[in-house]
């Protein structure tokens, strides 16, 4: 079952085999409402439920219909309202309108990302940047100590930098693919790092596994971390968006909503 909450009215919408979804698999890691307003939905083991309530229809895509893995752990959607999927074994691209589905095994993929330059950046083991006319992955190398084992989410700066979180902390890469640094700072150096995101205001929010949450304000050089103390329902965060200057945070127990109101000093 999958809630969807209504934060105008205060209530939970629920998803269920009544609805027509996949009822197969009990872990959902991926969600995205496309520019049609139907909702993509990825599970561990059993692929992608696509609903249109407009139509009253759902759609169920797997290997069965070209994708490389029924464990889907990202979805995207691109500038052409294309949607990349990572999944257990690599990356998938599917193209509702031309009704087809591409594929790359590269490894278990985490996050994609599509930068300002039409570039695709791609979560795993390390950091990948795609080449789609070429058909080509370039893997970034690092200079400095090791990230991790494992890059887990990409976000694009406004200043064009790429930072990406890992099992070790955050690492930030420069526009021109450089130079690769990690972020030396004790609050968040060796912190499991998971989903990252960029809020309306320009603040940029790390969800951990273990650390609660960070907020970083780059222009002003602070750092402020929510965790249960400060009444975050639990330490282990899986997902971070923002709605209406509102932070939803989803944590193993639950889900918290931040206001931002404090600053403390990197």
Same mark, same amino acid.
């Given at each position: 079952?999958?809630?969807? %909450?209504?934060?105008?009215?205060?209530?939970?919408?629920?998803?269920?085999?009544? $609805?027509?979804?996949?009822?197969?698999?009990?872990? %959902? %890691?991926?969600?995205?409402?496309?520019? $049609?307003?139907?909702?993509?939905?990825?599970?561990?083991?059993?692929?992608?439920?696509?609903? /249109?309530?407009?139509?009253?229809?759902? $759609?169920?895509?797997?290997?069965?219909?070209?994708?490389?893995?029924?464990?889907?752990?990202?979805?995207?959607?691109?500038?052409?309202?294309?949607?990349?999927?990572?999944?257990?074994?690599?990356?998938?691209?599917?193209? #509702?309108?031309?009704?087809?589905?591409?594929?790359?095994?590269?490894?278990?993929?985490? /996050?994609?990302?599509?930068?300002?330059?039409?570039?695709?950046?791609?979560?795993?083991?390390?950091?990948?940047?795609?080449?789609?006319?070429?058909?080509?992955?370039?893997?970034?190398?690092?200079?400095?100590?090791?990230?991790?084992?494992?890059?887990?989410?990409?976000?694009?700066?406004?200043?064009?930098?790429?930072?990406?979180?890992?099992?070790?902390?955050?690492?930030?890469?420069?526009?021109?693919?450089?130079?690769?640094?990690?972020?030396?700072? /004790?609050?968040?150096?060796?912190?499991?790092? $998971?989903?990252?995101?960029?809020? #309306?205001?320009?603040?940029?929010?790390?969800?951990?596994?273990?650390?609660?949450?960070?907020?970083? /304000?780059?222009?002003?050089?602070?750092?402020?971390?929510?965790?249960?103390?400060?009444?975050?329902?639990?330490?282990?965060? %899986?997902?971070?968006?923002?709605?209406?200057?509102?932070?939803?945070?989803?944590?193993?127990?639950?889900?918290?909503?931040?206001?931002?109101?404090?600053?403390?000093?990197?």
């Amino acid at each position: 079952e999958i809630n969807i %909450y209504n934060p105008h009215a205060g209530n939970m919408q629920h998803l269920t085999a009544a $609805q027509g979804l996949n009822n197969k698999s009990t872990w %959902y %890691y991926s969600f995205l409402e496309d520019a $049609q307003g139907r909702k993509w939905i990825g599970s561990l083991g059993h692929g992608i439920d696509i609903l /249109d309530e407009k139509k009253g229809t759902l $759609q169920h895509i797997s290997r069965d219909e070209g994708l490389n893995n029924n464990s889907i752990n990202q979805l995207f959607p691109d500038a052409k309202g294309r949607v990349w999927v990572g999944t257990g074994s690599g990356m998938n691209l599917i193209d #509702s309108s031309k009704g087809t589905i591409k594929s790359w095994n590269s490894g278990s993929i985490l /996050d994609i990302l599509e930068d300002r330059k039409g570039r695709i950046w791609v979560a795993n083991n390390g950091v990948l940047v795609f080449n789609e006319k070429e058909n080509l992955f370039k893997t970034i190398k690092r200079n400095q100590p090791p990230m991790g084992n494992n890059a887990n989410g990409i976000l694009e700066e406004e200043s064009g930098e790429i930072w990406v979180s890992s099992d070790l902390g955050l690492s930030v890469i420069d526009s021109a693919e450089k130079t690769f640094k990690t972020i030396d700072n /004790d609050l968040v150096k060796n912190a499991f790092c $998971q989903e990252i995101i960029r809020d #309306s205001r320009g603040l940029i929010w790390v969800g951990t596994y273990g650390n609660g949450i960070y907020m970083l /304000d780059l222009d002003a050089g602070l750092i402020t971390q929510f965790s249960v103390k400060e009444g975050l329902s639990d330490r282990v965060v %899986y997902t971070v968006i923002e709605k209406e200057g509102k932070i939803y945070v989803g944590t193993g127990k639950g889900i918290s909503v931040i206001a931002p109101i404090k600053h403390n000093a990197i």
